[in-house]
């Protein structure tokens, strides 16, 4: 498997995040859970550019056997094996991570799925823990750009309940959660970077 996407896209989100994911004083290494990995190019990426990060990579179960294959040289170091992880069938996982990431889900799940990941992303976060979100976003219910409504439309031909999310709600369902949006960062190719963090309710 391979995205010329995430190919396109995956060093201007090390750029974004470089300025979030710096070694902390006293801390060897952060730990982050990557909800849907995909391909697993951005975990592969990023775990090669920042020394600082131990990954835990998950997909739903005919995705893991790709995303295991991609990063078999980096699983002896500072990446596990990728875990089972599908919204649609809920898994209590341990709450100690450092970082949650995600990267073009938002997108192509149902607005069920959708709050689910975001309960998930809060649960698993330390307190302070960063919560970041890669994909389209609109404004005002109005889209961003041409090619993310023709996109969207696409999305809902494929699932009805798909499609570009709201920012307004997005950030309402994280802070109903715990999860304070501190930067909107804009994107190459009418993408954004969400970033969150976990704070006390």
Not at 56 to 82: F, K, Y
Not at 97 to 107: C, E, G, K, P
Not at 162 to 180: F, P, Y
Request: with cysteine; proline share 4%.
């Amino acid at each position: 498997m391979f995205s010329e996407a995430c190919e396109r896209n995956k060093i201007p989100i090390g750029d974004a995040l470089a300025r979030f994911l710096k070694p902390r004083q006293g801390k060897h290494l952060d730990k982050v859970l990557e909800i849907g990995s995909g391909t697993g190019q951005h975990a592969e990426y990023l775990l090669q550019r920042f020394h600082n990060l131990y990954w835990q990579p998950s997909d739903v179960a005919e995705n893991l056997s790709h995303i295991t294959q991609r990063l078999r040289p980096l699983l002896l170091g500072r990446c596990l094996e990728p875990i089972l992880l599908d919204l649609n069938k809920p898994r209590q996982l341990h709450a100690n991570y450092d970082i949650v990431f995600t990267a073009n889900t938002l997108h192509i799940v149902n607005n069920e799925l959708v709050e689910r990941l975001i309960r998930l992303a809060a649960s698993v976060l330390c307190s302070e823990g960063m919560f970041f979100v890669y994909g389209p976003f609109n404004y005002g219910g109005s889209f961003s750009s041409q090619s993310n409504a023709v996109f969207d439309e696409w999305l809902k031909r494929r699932d009805s309940d798909s499609g570009i999310r709201d920012i307004e709600k997005i950030t309402a369902q994280a802070l109903s959660n715990g999860l304070m949006l501190v930067e909107d960062i804009a994107m190459p190719a009418n993408n954004q970077l969400l970033v969150f963090k976990k704070t006390l309710i």
